[in-house]
């Protein structure tokens, strides 16, 4: 079987996040964000206070990313760290004001790409379509939990 970018899956999306992408740093870039931050604002507007490696599990980038990641938010004024109450050896991150005050502009720049790339889906086809990008990421997940790799083994010898 011959390659075909129109029909590979990892193709089409790998090409559907990068314009994703691009849509949300056109808009979220004059605020003073990029898509590097974002993932992370959107992890401390839920839940503000997380450690270095509870945000690099969550996200899913490697340690030395988050690192510099959080450096450049820290230089920015968007994130302070501060030693966890609980354990003193562990630095929790948390926004400033700065950074809470950019959720409101932030999401409405991710809902207004989401809103415009889904556009010609019909109500029905935008639940379908999250509904299947939900479920393979979940299969992805659960090939990682049995130690499989991010697709599993199991599934590339079927």
């Known amino acids: 079987m011959t390659f075909s970018k129109d029909s590979s899956a990892g193709y089409l999306v790998n090409d559907l996040a990068r314009r994703f992408a691009a849509g949300l740093q056109a808009r979220i ?13 959107v992890q401390l ?17 490697e340690q030395a990313t988050m690192a510099n990641t959080l450096a450049r938010m820290q230089r920015d004024g968007l994130i302070a760290r ?12 948390w926004l400033t004001d700065l950074g809470k005050s950019l959720r409101g502009p932030a ?23 999250l509904h299947l990008m939900t479920k393979i990421i979940r299969t992805f997940d659960e090939g990682e939990e049995h130690g499989a790799g991010p697709v599993g ?5 079927a």
């Open 153 to 157: 083994e199991k599934t590339r010898q």
């Open 45 to 61: 507007w839920e839940d503000d206070g997380l450690t270095q490696t509870e945000l690099v599990r969550r996200i899913g980038v």
């Open 29 to 41: 870039k004059p605020i003073g964000l990029s898509t590097g931050v974002f993932p992370v604002m």
């Open 107 to 129: 999401i409405a720049a991710a809902e207004s790409v989401n809103a415009a790339a889904l556009s010609g889906l019909s109500p029905e086809e935008r639940d379908q379509f």
């Open 82 to 93: 501060h030693r966890s109450k609980a354990d003193g050896r562990v630095q929790e991150i």
